[in-house]
């Protein structure tokens, strides 16, 4: 739900970097913006949430890895 969110529903056949690049694009994030880095965290645990079920983080570490936003913003 996350990566649709982000990509707007948009079709995820590119690769990583287009995608991320026009998701920060259509949301005009600057390169020095410290939001970007948020959501290259978002785009990357979204990504690894529907990656192979083998490779795929519990629900657990994903929202470990997502609490680390928290902490970056304190």
């Known amino acids: 739900m996350i990566l649709e969110i982000l ?3 948009g079709p995820r ?3 990583k970097e287009v995608l ?3 998701i ?3 949301n005009e ?3 020095s913006s410290s ?3 948020e959501i290259k965290l978002v785009f990357d645990v979204a990504l690894r949430c529907t990656s192979r079920i083998s490779d795929r983080p519990s629900m ?3 929202l ?3 609490s680390g936003l928290k902490h970056q913003r304190s």
Do not use: H, V, Y
Request: proline fraction near 4%; aromatic fraction near 0%.
């Open 7 to 9: 990509t707007n529903g």
């Open 13 to 15: 056949s590119t690769s």
């Open 20 to 22: 991320l690049r026009d």
């Open 24 to 26: 920060l694009d259509r």
């Open 29 to 31: 994030i600057s390169p």
């Open 35 to 37: 939001m970007q880095e």
């Open 60 to 62: 657990e570490n994903a």
């Open 64 to 66: 470990k890895l997502l």
